[in-house]
């Protein structure tokens, strides 16, 4: 798991040669597929590190691209060396293995692998002489034939098809361990039942460790065959019997036992006193124990008036259970998760699973995540709670923790619903201080792995809330294009949970303020107007102007700002029309109309599209909205904006008899006139190149006034925002055409002298960003 150390050198280009094979190692051969180029030799660091990473990037990153043929890069070991090799779930195929079949394989860990027939089963036996450690976890197909066909198949397979799932009839019994003399360590958990554990195992005389999780035995003896070697034994989910304790009580040499079960609700087996005593008394090399999900006897425990005093104690002699008083040092770890006795106050024990506190949860989640997310699933609940309730305090732990989970479960839906939830509270502003930006930017990886694989509304609505937690769009630039897509996929249906379509939008608007004008195109050609218009629609034939219906114009209004493009697809998508009935159904909506004047004022900024608003029944809008108090002064400025970019382009365009030009420009000098210069503003200028424009012109000095009197109030409102920005941009210098031209009026002079005489005083101090302001809704430039 990653703390807050960069990745190293190493990581960083392992992901590079992945993500450019055909630049780096190989070049495009027959067929578009990748082959490896004849001067590469690569030895089992890098090649382990290069397929180990592969399956993390096909898992958990959704713009890498798997290559059908990558494995085929490894079947010459002349050229590279595989010697440890971990691959999981359903990118694994029978010909992945074989192509890889002449490698000298230590290590092969498979895990939840349903692809793969018993093809692969003798794929195993080529690395029988070599291989050490051998996981089969949960694949559950292995031991059966696909469509029937027979073991020994032919060699040439690879471009066989093999996606169909194996057929459960027709079970392999030719395989067996014959041979794999090296093996020491085996996990086989998920065998099927049809299969004998018994017969499989007995050619291995050397096991140390053996997972038999889930297995259904018919008898245990056999298990005596490893007394002498046996260091390891995982029983997990097995139903303990008098025969199956007093089996493994002989395996002497046992450092870490696991005889734990999913939940105390399965269990028909109760754990007593004795047989705890007899574990610890005969088990003496034990360093590790998991009993969890056991029912105990409550004559297992120190009555709660009898335990020693004082604070909380690992010493055996201390221990609140009276079985482990017998230890002869503390465990290094004890498994007590949905037991009683994780609840006693000395547990000789370093670590210790249970849901008492956060440590034992935390503890659950670590042990169990890999094998056991019905588990993990559970602990992870557990620390909502704490972090929704009580304070987490191990904050770095959890979230890794956290993220690791729903890495290796992303398709397990519980662990995507309590881990998304678990997310958006350890994300908190609470927590924010205490995380850094590669953790951010896990958390924001694994949530919309989560976005992209759910539909579902829980899980929707957990990772929306959780990325409305960052700020936005700084920290979600670096994924900007697949959230966005991801968003507007959520806001496509018909008629969307009300919740997450709020979230959602919300997220959109912010998304599309305050970025580079290339992210605005970028976000349009997704439909991001089409989208947000559609919203629009419904909520109008629900006649419903609420927060979706604000946010929806709000990232119009952000969308469309110096981007022509989208301001076309505005007018494209009958956004127009929308606006007139808005304006209709809503007359008394303050917000909505401010939202709606400064979108089309950005529509109006574009020369080309400036002819569309120039119609009768527009211009008597757009008229008689200078008159409206609403929002302040921002109504009426926006639509004098509008109407002063109209009238810049001159009486020759104006081809309307009704209404007339120049009773539409006296009803402009009466709003401009009617304004507090010294009003404060629901808005946020990223540039003065809209306004300045209308400075250095005699065609419309009414144009003229409103831009000037726009830059009076801005510099004198908000100086150390605004006065920078002006002289940067050459402000200055139009302002003093603005003086010399006769055409200019008196009062325009006059307030541009003003805004010169402000700039002058201002001093130069280094630039601010937003003056403290919050402008998530309403940014303009």
Same mark, same amino acid.
């Given at each position: 798991?990653?703390?807050?150390?960069?990745e190293?050198?190493?990581?960083?280009?392992?992901v590079?040669?992945?993500?450019?094979?055909?630049?780096?190692?190989?070049?495009?051969?027959?067929?578009?597929?990748?082959?490896l180029?004849?001067?590469?030799?690569?030895?089992?660091?890098?090649?382990?590190?290069?397929?180990?990473?592969?399956?993390?990037l096909?898992?958990?990153?959704?713009?890498?691209?798997?290559?059908?043929?990558?494995?085929?890069?490894?079947?010459?070991?002349?050229s590279?060396?595989?010697?440890?090799?971990?691959?999981?779930?359903?990118?694994?195929?029978?010909?992945?293995?074989?192509?890889?079949?002449?490698?000298?394989?230590?290590?092969?860990?498979?895990?939840?692998?349903?692809?793969?027939?018993?093809?692969?089963?003798?794929?195993?036996?080529?690395?029988?002489?070599?291989?050490?450690?051998?996981?089969?976890?949960g694949?559950?197909?292995?031991?059966?034939?696909?469509?029937?066909?027979?073991?020994?198949?032919?060699?040439?397979?690879?471009?066989?098809?093999d996606?169909?799932?194996?057929s459960?009839?027709?079970?392999?019994?030719?395989?067996?361990?014959?041979?794999?003399?090296?093996?020491?360590l085996?996990?086989l @958990? @998920?065998?099927?039942?049809?299969?004998?554990?018994?017969?499989?195992?007995?050619?291995?005389?050397?096991?140390?460790?053996?997972?038999?999780?889930?297995?259904?035995?018919?008898?245990?003896?056999?298990?005596?065959?490893?007394?002498?070697?046996? +260091?390891?034994?995982?029983?997990?989910?097995?139903?303990?019997?008098?025969?199956?304790?007093s089996?493994?009580?002989?395996?002497?040499?046992?450092?870490?036992?696991?005889?734990?079960?999913?939940?105390?609700?399965?269990?028909?087996?109760?754990?007593?006193?004795?047989?705890?005593?007899?574990?610890?008394?005969?088990?003496?090399?034990l360093?590790?124990?998991?009993?969890?999900?056991?029912?105990?006897?409550d004559?297992?425990?120190?009555?709660?008036?009898?335990?020693?005093?004082?604070?909380?104690?690992?010493e055996?002699?201390?221990?609140?259970?009276?079985p482990?008083?017998?230890?002869?040092?503390?465990?290094q770890f004890?498994?007590?998760?949905?037991?009683?006795?994780?609840?006693?106050?000395?547990?000789p024990?370093?670590?210790?699973?249970?849901s008492?506190?956060?440590?034992?949860?935390?503890?659950?989640?670590?042990?169990?995540?890999?094998?056991?997310?019905?588990?993990a699933?559970?602990?992870?609940?557990?620390?909502?709670?704490?972090?929704?309730?009580?304070?987490?305090?191990?904050?770095?732990?959890?979230?890794?923790?956290?993220? +690791?989970?729903?890495?290796?479960?992303?398709?397990?839906?519980?662990?995507?619903?309590?881990?998304?939830?678990?997310?958006?509270?350890?994300?908190?502003?609470?927590?924010?201080?205490?995380?850094s930006?590669?953790?951010?930017?896990?958390?924001?990886?694994?949530?919309?792995?989560?976005?992209?694989?759910?539909?579902?509304?829980?899980?929707?609505?957990?990772?929306?809330?959780?990325?409305?937690?960052f700020?936005?769009p700084?920290e979600?630039?670096?994924?900007?294009?697949?959230?966005?897509?991801?968003?507007?996929?959520?806001l496509?249906?018909?008629?969307q949970?009300?919740?997450?379509?709020?979230?959602a939008?919300?997220?959109?608007?912010?998304?599309?303020?305050?970025?580079?004008?290339?992210?605005?195109?970028?976000?349009?050609?997704?439909?991001?107007?089409?989208?947000m218009?559609?919203?629009?629609?419904?909520k109008?034939?629900?006649r419903?102007?609420?927060?979706?219906?604000?946010?929806?114009?709000?990232?119009?209004?952000?969308?469309?700002?110096?981007t022509?493009?989208?301001?076309?697809?505005?007018?494209?998508?009958?956004?127009?029309?929308?606006?007139?009935?808005?304006?209709?159904?809503?007359?008394?909506k303050?917000?909505?109309?401010?939202?709606?004047?400064?979108?089309?004022?950005?529509v109006?900024?574009?020369?080309?599209?400036r002819?569309?608003?120039?119609?009768?029944?527009?211009?008597?809008?757009?008229s008689n909205?200078?008159?409206?108090?609403?929002? @302040?002064?921002?109504?009426?400025?926006?639509?004098?904006?509008?109407?002063?970019?109209?009238?810049?382009?001159?009486?020759?365009?104006?081809?309307?008899?009704?209404?007339?030009?120049?009773?539409?420009?006296?009803?402009?000098?009466?709003?401009?006139?009617?304004?507090?210069?010294?009003s404060?503003?629901?808005?946020?200028?990223?540039?003065?190149?809209?306004?300045?424009?209308?400075?250095?012109?005699?065609?419309?000095?009414?144009?003229?006034?409103?831009?000037t009197?726009?830059?009076?109030?801005?510099?004198?409102?908000?100086?150390?925002?605004?006065?920078?920005?002006?002289?940067?941009? @050459?402000g200055?210098?139009?302002?003093?055409?603005?003086?010399?031209?006769?055409?200019?009026?008196?009062?325009?002079?006059?307030?541009?002298r003003?805004?010169?005489?402000?700039?002058?005083?201002?001093?130069e101090?280094?630039?601010?960003?937003?003056?403290?302001?919050?402008?998530?809704?309403?940014?303009?430039?």
């Open positions: 798991m990653s703390g807050d150390n960069p190293s050198l190493m990581t960083l280009a392992t590079f040669c992945l993500r450019n094979l055909r630049k780096t190692m190989c070049y495009q051969g027959f067929r578009n597929k990748v082959c180029r004849s001067d590469i030799f690569l030895p089992s660091e890098i090649c382990d590190k290069l397929v180990n990473t592969y399956m993390e096909v898992h958990t990153d959704s713009n890498f691209e798997p290559e059908e043929n990558f494995f085929q890069l490894f079947s010459d070991p002349r590279t060396r595989l010697t440890r090799v971990q691959l999981r779930e359903d990118f694994v195929h029978d010909r992945d293995l074989e192509a890889i079949r002449k490698q000298d394989l230590i290590e092969l860990h498979l895990t939840y692998c349903n692809n793969l027939s018993s093809r692969s089963l003798k794929t195993l036996t080529c690395f029988r002489e070599t291989l050490v450690s051998l996981c089969l976890f694949c559950s197909h292995i031991f059966y034939r696909r469509g029937g066909a027979p073991l020994a198949c032919n060699e040439d397979t690879e471009d066989e098809e996606e169909s799932p194996a459960r009839q027709a079970l392999e019994t030719d395989f067996n361990f014959q041979g794999f003399n090296r093996l020491r085996l996990n @958990g @998920g065998l099927p039942d049809e299969v004998d554990a018994e017969t499989l195992l007995k050619p291995l005389k050397s096991l140390t460790s053996l997972d038999l999780s889930n297995v259904t035995l018919v008898g245990t003896a056999f298990l005596c065959q490893w007394k002498d070697r046996l +260091a390891s034994l995982v029983l997990y989910n097995l139903d303990l019997s008098e025969e199956l304790v089996t493994v009580v002989q395996l002497v040499n046992l450092r870490h036992l696991d005889v734990s079960r999913e939940s105390r609700r399965t269990s028909k087996f109760k754990m007593t006193r004795k047989i705890l005593t007899v574990v610890v008394q005969r088990l003496v090399n360093v590790s124990l998991d009993i969890s999900g056991h029912i105990m006897l004559n297992s425990t120190v009555p709660h008036f009898d335990e020693a005093m004082g604070r909380p104690s690992i055996p002699c201390k221990s609140s259970i009276y482990f008083q017998e230890l002869k040092r503390p465990l004890l498994g007590l998760y949905d037991t009683t006795l994780c609840n006693v106050t000395h547990i024990a370093y670590k210790v699973t249970g008492k506190n956060e440590d034992q949860v935390l503890n659950a989640i670590e042990a169990y995540t890999e094998f056991r997310p019905e588990l699933h559970r602990a992870i609940n557990q620390l909502f709670d704490i972090a929704r309730i009580q304070h987490c305090s191990q904050l770095l732990r959890a979230l890794q923790l956290v993220i +690791a989970a729903l890495k290796c479960h992303k398709y397990d839906k519980s662990i995507q619903v309590t881990g998304s939830a678990a997310l958006f509270y350890l994300t908190n502003t609470e927590y924010r201080s205490d995380q930006v590669r953790l951010r930017r896990e958390v924001i990886q694994v949530v919309l792995n989560g976005m992209e694989q759910y539909q579902e509304v829980t899980v929707q609505r957990n990772c929306c809330l959780t990325l409305c937690n700020s936005i700084e979600l630039e670096f994924q900007y294009s697949r959230v966005n897509q991801l968003l507007l996929k959520i496509e249906p018909a008629r949970d009300e919740s997450i379509q709020r979230i939008v919300h997220l959109c608007n912010a998304l599309v303020c305050q970025v580079d004008n290339h992210h605005k195109e970028a976000v349009g050609k997704m439909g991001f107007v089409k989208t218009l559609n919203l629009i629609q419904k109008l034939q629900d419903m102007c609420d927060q979706v219906m604000e946010f929806s114009w709000s990232a119009l209004w952000n969308i469309t700002d110096e022509p493009d989208n301001c076309q697809m505005f007018l494209n998508c009958r956004g127009m029309s929308l606006f007139l009935e808005c304006l209709q159904e809503f007359p008394d303050q917000e909505l109309h401010r939202n709606m004047l400064g979108l089309l004022g950005n109006a900024e574009v020369k080309a599209l002819p569309q608003l120039l119609t009768p029944q527009f211009i008597t809008v757009f909205l200078l008159d409206s108090k609403a929002d @302040g002064i921002e109504v009426s400025y926006n639509a004098c904006g509008v109407l002063s970019h109209i009238m810049f382009d001159g009486p020759e365009v104006w081809s309307m008899d009704e209404p007339r030009r120049d009773t539409v420009m006296d009803k402009m000098w009466d709003a401009i006139q009617s304004w507090d210069v010294s404060r503003r629901n808005i946020n200028y990223r540039s003065f190149e809209p306004i300045l424009r209308l400075l250095p012109q005699g065609i419309s000095p009414v144009s003229q006034h409103w831009a009197w726009a830059l009076f109030n801005l510099v004198s409102v908000y100086p150390s925002k605004y006065c920078p920005l002006l002289i940067k941009e @050459g200055i210098s139009l302002l003093e055409k603005v003086l010399e031209l006769d055409s200019s009026q008196p009062e325009t002079k006059d307030m541009a003003k805004v010169m005489e402000q700039c002058e005083n201002f001093k101090d280094p630039m601010e960003t937003n003056h403290g302001q919050e402008v998530n809704y309403g940014q303009r430039g």
